[in-house]
């Protein structure tokens, strides 16, 4: 099934609904708890799940992964949380559960949209980190769901909560540098090479039809799995996406602009030869009319 069909044609909303109930009675009352699940353990999501353990009146029921490690890195980090989550490996059959308000997915990008969409049409609330999709018309799709289903659907622009570069941001904004209309931001990073991948086996402890799931299918290869998908077209967005994001962010929050009205980019891989396929080195720029620009490095 090609990608966009089968994020159009994503099984309808479940009978049931389950939302977030906001306190009516106080901090203690029974309504205010908030049940989450978390899609995608290996790393950040593990780090999350163990944030919102760690939170008052918020308890992480379920872990979605699809590989083994990873799976035990979601356990681990709840291990001192007081409700053991439960483990369902397929997205679709964790969207059946009705016990819980909120869906919280790290897993790879080109699962972002697609978990989101299925997320919210099952009743759930969403957090989905960035980037919101493996490409620019699933953000359009993302924002078509947060409309027609009436959930929340927070991305995660975690730099906004800063407390520092929102005390910076107020400053810039209120005239302490008089006005600002240009903003340089960069990422600097020393990858090492990921060479060239060996077809081989999928190992028995990686659900790899899962782990593709809506995307293309693809045949497995050893340098793919856990990080390097990233830097692969197919299922990745490269760094302007995995950092760009959030740098791109802040300068447009600093700048108080919306959409660009012309983008230029340029870039390619050069530091080494091997399976990586999105740019290593890149310049981008932004520019707002004829009154403000941001150009990323």
């Keep these: 099934m090609r990608r966009r069909e089968f994020i159009r044609n994503a099984s309808v909303a479940a009978t049931g609904l389950t939302v977030l109930n906001f306190p009516v009675f106080g901090k203690n009352a029974p309504g205010n708890k908030v049940t989450v699940a978390v899609m995608g353990v290996n790393s950040r999501g593990a780090y999350l799940a163990k944030c919102y353990s760690q939170l008052q009146n918020v308890e992480v029921a379920y872990i979605c992964d699809v590989e083994d490690k990873a799976i035990g890195n979601g356990l681990n980090a709840l291990k001192d949380a007081p409700r053991k989550p439960t483990v369902i490996r397929d997205i679709r059959k964790l969207l059946e559960q009705k016990d819980f308000d909120a869906l919280i997915i790290a897993a790879p990008d080109h699962w972002h949209t697609p978990a989101a969409i299925l997320g919210v ?26 409309n027609k289903y009436g959930k929340h659907i927070q991305m995660g622009n975690q730099r906004r909560s800063m407390p520092t570069l929102i005390d910076a941001v107020k400053q810039v904004r209120g005239g302490i540098i008089g006005n600002p209309y240009f903003a340089k931001a960069w990422y600097t990073n020393d990858r090492k090479s990921i060479g060239y991948g060996k077809k081989i086996a999928v190992p028995s402890t990686l659900d790899f039809e899962l782990w593709q799931g809506p995307a293309p299918r693809k045949d497995y290869q050893d340098n793919l799995v856990h990080y390097n998908w990233h830097w692969f077209w197919h299922w990745g967005t490269g760094e302007a996406c995995n950092n760009g994001t959030h740098e791109i962010d802040c300068c447009r929050w600093f ?5 660009p009205t012309k983008v230029t980019s340029a870039g390619g ?14 310049v981008a720029s932004f520019e707002f009319g004829n009154e403000k620009a941001i150009s990323w490095r």
């Design 121 to 146: 049409q099952h009743n759930k609330h969403v957090y989905v980190e960035k980037p919101c999709g493996q490409n620019p018309y699933e953000g359009e799709l993302i924002g078509q769901a947060l």
């Design 255 to 259: 700048l108080g602009v919306d959409f």
């Design 269 to 282: 891989r050069y530091a080494f030869k091997d399976d990586w396929q999105t740019p290593d080195t890149q």
